[in-house]
């Protein structure tokens, strides 16, 4: 089974990070990946990361789009295939 990274991005309202932040963490998905990480960056960005052992192009929740008033911008989204970690 290929193992796939969910990659979701977005840009809080400034000053707003940490409430961007909260919103992810509390996002539940239809189903439960194998992990998923938070991070968040200067300039109120937050990325969240879920991996799933599933084919490249399976279908897999993803976190929605927050409130238009929280973001700057939309939400930037990108896939990845694990090619492993290089050990």
Do not use: C, K, N
Not at 22 to 28: L, N, P
Not at 60 to 87: K, N, Q, Y
């Amino acid at each position: 089974m290929t193992t796939v990274a969910l990659m979701w991005e977005a840009r809080a309202v400034q000053g707003r990070g940490a409430e961007l932040l909260e919103w992810a963490r509390a996002q539940e998905l239809a189903a439960e990946p194998l992990r998923r990480e938070l991070f968040s960056a200067p300039q109120d960005r937050v990325l969240v990361l879920t991996w799933w052992d599933a084919p490249f192009d399976a279908e897999l929740p993803e976190l929605p789009e927050p409130a238009a008033d929280l973001i700057t911008r939309p939400v930037h989204r990108w896939r990845f295939e694990s090619h492993g970690t290089g050990d």
